[in-house]
């Protein structure tokens, strides 16, 4: 005779009713791995914080003593003496974030729409064809993108690193999918019934109801524009981007340093904070299109 397993309801669903030590065990298992995957970020402020003489000292210690924020301000003057405007790279670098966010959400959103929920002939092949995409990365494909926007006429402008990010198969994929278990085709045909075009069906349904995809995706994008060096697509020194000025500013030996912790707490953390306003939505989109890592 089968045993009986208790149940109880949660959010509306019935679950399996573990112990309270299987609860505590989890939750303590949790914990530390979470521990030692914020670890690097805590060791990256402290290094931030810490005098010429920490920086450099036998046996390296995790721990400043004496916090300074000396470092930040050495970076800014840095900053501040280059010929070009620090201005003008926060510029560019917000530039080139937003329109290629904002272009990736518009074309992947439209492209997703169209391949999870308008029949039209060879659309099984192509969703293939750009799931198999996502096996190649970036290093992999530097050549032929580098080949391509030369021959576009493209290098040394913003546009050869927007253009390539509204081109992104990552967020179409996301989108594909949610959209695939999250709208129903009776939805989309009342839409249709009631006189709605195509377009105001995808505008007015289908976004609404995958806010979580497209808030996924957007924090995706950002993170990769935001850290985008550009340096092998731009090569004017007006048009380069903060997270380059920083690198080429911090690399002139062991006296700066504390300059360049200083400019990878300021580089790490406006991802981190969008990342963790948004993390809900995150792990719901990844439950719904299939990726758990």
């Known amino acids: 005779m089968q045993k009986t397993q208790k149940m109880r309801i949660r959010n509306h669903q019935v679950v399996l009713n573990r112990s309270v030590g299987g609860d505590a065990g989890i939750f303590t298992f949790l914990a530390i791995m979470g521990f030692f995957m914020f670890l690097p970020m805590v060791y990256v402020i402290m290094q931030s914080l810490k005098p010429l003489d920490e920086l450099f000292i036998f046996p390296p210690r995790f721990w400043v003593e004496k916090p300074t924020f000396g470092n930040f301000g050495s970076l800014f003057k840095l900053l501040s003496d280059s010929w070009v405007p620090f201005s003008r790279y926060i510029f560019n670098t917000v530039f080139i974030t937003a329109a290629g966010v904002f272009g990736n959400l518009f074309f992947s959103s439209l492209a997703a729409y169209a391949l999870a929920k308008i029949p039209f002939p060879g ?7 750009i799931r198999s995409s996502l096996m190649f ?5 530097a050549i032929a993108n580098f080949l391509t926007l030369s021959k576009l006429g493209l290098l040394d402008n913003h546009l050869a690193i927007i253009i390539p990010a509204w081109g992104s198969t990552l ?6 999918q949610f959209m695939d278990s999250s709208i129903t085709d009776t939805v989309l045909e009342s839409a249709r019934l009631d006189g709605c075009s195509e377009l105001k069906t995808f505008w007015v349904i289908a976004m609404p109801m995958v806010k979580p995809a497209w808030l996924t995706l957007i924090i995706y994008s950002f993170q990769g524009l935001w850290n985008a060096g550009a340096s092998v697509y731009i090569y004017s020194e007006e048009l380069k981007t903060l997270n380059y000025a920083i690198g080429q500013i911090t690399s002139g030996g062991i006296a700066r340093a504390g300059a360049s912790a200083a400019g990878t707490v300021i580089m790490m953390i406006v991802p981190i904070l969008v990342f963790i306003i948004s993390q809900s939505n995150i792990i719901e989109t990844m439950g719904s299109s299939g990726m758990k890592d």
């Open 123 to 129: 659309r099984v092949g192509i969703f293939k064809i």
């Open 171 to 176: 967020g179409l994929y996301l989108m594909k």
């Open 137 to 141: 990365t970036a290093t992999v494909t």
